[in-house]
């Protein structure tokens, strides 16, 4: 029981901030934005389902190759915002 639990809030929260993410990517455009969440839980669901049948192996990798990713994804992000970043620290401290 515990384990089901633990995999069915953890898949709800990954659905969550998928969603939000999305939403503030379209905040000012709701048609798109309604039109982007059938794919979005339509690739969950596959997702779920190919997981249920593939081996544990396979699944912790694409596990991984995800979370890296992102983390990539985010270091690059924080690489292009290094000059703001240090400009608002710089702001903050003079107070």
């Keep these: 029981m515990a384990l089901f639990f633990f995999g069915f809030t953890t898949l709800k929260s990954y659905y969550y ?3 939000t993410c999305l939403a503030f990517i379209h905040q000012n455009r709701e048609k798109s934005y309604k039109f982007i969440l059938y794919p979005l839980k339509l690739i969950l669901l596959v997702m779920i389902f190919y997981g249920s049948v593939q081996t544990d192996e396979i699944v912790w ?3 991984d190759l ?17 000059k703001t970043a240090l400009k608002v ?3 903050y401290e003079e107070l």
């Design 66 to 82: 995800g979370m890296g990713s992102m983390a990539w994804l985010n270091l690059i992000a924080i690489l292009f915002m290094t």
């Design 89 to 91: 620290l710089r702001d």
């Design 17 to 19: 901030k998928a969603e």
């Design 61 to 63: 990798a694409l596990g």
